[in-house]
């Protein structure tokens, strides 16, 4: 658990690949009272992503990195320092980080996956789940560290799957979820 002491909330960064909806309800619920953090940078991997349009109507700073190199994290790095940043949220944010981005910021990285961790980590969660017939799937918020979706899990959310449920049904109904469950994960990692 970690107290906040005074009044400042702290300053996040999240990281995106694609629509944004969780960095959309991230910027909202930052923006209550309540909230323990501010949303101060975007950073994406892709400049298609939709989600870069939050940044223009929240007037949110962003900025676009090819990770492909090592360089380029290198300068992300010391973008996140310049702008005092303490806390970063993965969200549907598709590259994996290397293991001294990881270190640079260690505890400090948050990430929301899409099925019941551990299980079906990794991409096409939802066909996955669907194929395997699962009763259950649901979204886990965790830290991130060095192993793909293997951190210190924070909160759970089970969603039930009906019969009929498609992927694309099955990822409506957990993303509605990974809304409420993001912003209970971090109330609950960081007390005002
Ligand atoms: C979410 O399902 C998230 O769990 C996964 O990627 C998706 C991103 O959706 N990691 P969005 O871009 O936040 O709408």
Known sequence: MVEL????????????SGTGSNLKNLIR???????????????????????????KIYKIKKKIFNLKNHLNEKKLLLLLEKNKINLVCLAGFMKILSKNFIKNFKGKILNIHPSLLPKFKGLNTHERVIRNNEKYSGCTVH??????????????????????????ILKKKILAQEHKLYPKAILKIFSL
């Open 143 to 168: 830290f991130v560290n060095s192993k793909l979706d293997s951190g210190k899990i924070i909160l759970k959310k089970k969603v039930k799957i009906n019969k009929n449920d498609t992927p694309k």
């Open 29 to 55: 619920f930052s923006k209550l009272k309540k909230s323990p953090i501010s949303i101060n940078l975007i950073i994406s991997n892709n400049n298609k992503a939709k989600g870069l349009k939050f940044s």
């Open 5 to 16: 002491t005074g009044s400042k909330k702290i300053k996040t960064a999240v990281f995106i």
